[in-house]
């Protein structure tokens, strides 16, 4: 079992920065893709960024160029660095990792609320 616990989630200005960790415990030698997920109210849930354990980050389009995401292996921690927040990326945020470079997600984060006002 991996236990993931977020911080970080706020309300912000538009324009404005919020930067997200998630620690991950438990079996943490499983570990290998590290993801930020996001879903807004009345919309489905959507993959924000995820970043292997070699370091390689994809970013879903909307988020590129603003968003940041990064890891500490040694602190089995990722990170989302958001910057030029919008009121579009409004949602609740959750983390998830993997045991490989495909396939589903096997553990989850409670969550995290980011608001960002117009």
């Known amino acids: 079992q991996v236990q993931l616990v977020e911080s970080g989630g706020g309300l912000v200005q538009a324009g404005g920065s919020l930067r997200l960790s998630c620690a991950a415990s438990?079996?943490?030698?499983?570990?290998?893709?590290m993801a930020w997920f996001r879903q807004a109210p009345g919309k489905e849930r959507e993959l924000v960024a995820r970043?292997?354990?070699?370091?390689?980050?994809v970013y879903t389009d909307s988020v590129k160029g603003r968003f940041t995401i990064s890891r500490d292996n040694a602190k089995n921690t990722v990170y989302l660095q958001m910057n030029s927040l919008k009121p579009d990326d409004t949602a609740v945020y959750r983390c998830?990792?993997?045991?490989?470079?495909?396939?589903?997600?096997?553990?989850w984060g409670q969550g995290t609320q980011v608001t960002v006002s117009s």
């Open positions: 970043i292997s354990s070699g370091g390689t980050p």
């Open positions: 998830a990792i993997r045991a490989g470079s495909l396939g589903p997600y096997d553990y």
């Open positions: 438990g079996r943490t030698f499983s570990i290998y893709t």
